[in-house]
């Protein structure tokens, strides 16, 4: 697989809605795998296509647990609250504080394309959150409460 560059806050691809998966192919096989080493290479724990120039709608998300990859991802339900510091692997070295639910259930297909539903909670429940947004053209930076501050990197 490759580790393939990550857009950035700015560039127009991060605006647009993304298109759905209607059927696997190798191309997206092919894109699913670099998705995942190029956020483990970021060091990041969720990574929507968009990011890497792609507007079709898959997201890999990792938050310690083994990697999730959802095609086509939709929330049906969302509830409580949770605010906590969020940063992207599109807007590096910033960070910001974001309320999302602290609860919510997604419909996604996996790489095989059979559909799955995920009850998630805190840290995943955030991530899927973010993840999806970036499928609608949606930045966490929209919805940061008291604006962005620097990051300091970690060390090795």
């Known amino acids: ?3 393939r560059k990550i857009r950035e806050l700015g560039e127009e691809v ?4 993304c298109k ?7 191309r997206t096989r092919i894109l ?6 190029t956020m483990y290479e970021a060091g990041g724990v969720g990574l929507a296509a968009p990011q890497v120039g792609v507007l079709k709608k898959v997201v890999t998300i990792d938050i310690g647990d083994g990697p999730i990859v959802m095609v086509n991802p939709e ?3 969302a509830s409580g609250e949770q605010s906590g510091e969020e940063g992207c692997l599109s807007v590096p070295g910033k960070a910001g504080v974001v309320t999302r639910p602290n609860y919510v259930k997604v419909r996604a297909f996996d790489e095989n394309m059979e559909e799955f539903e995920l009850e998630a909670e805190e840290l995943l429940a955030r991530a899927c959150c973010h993840e999806i947004d970036h499928l609608e053209g949606k930045m966490y930076v929209d919805l940061v409460e008291g604006g962005l501050h620097d990051v300091e990197p970690e060390e090795e």
């Open 1 to 3: 697989m490759a580790i």
């Open 32 to 37: 699913i795998g670099d998705m995942l080493d």
């Open 75 to 77: 929330i049906l339900e």
């Open 14 to 17: 991060l605006t647009k809605s």
């Open 20 to 26: 759905e998966v209607p059927k696997m192919t190798l």
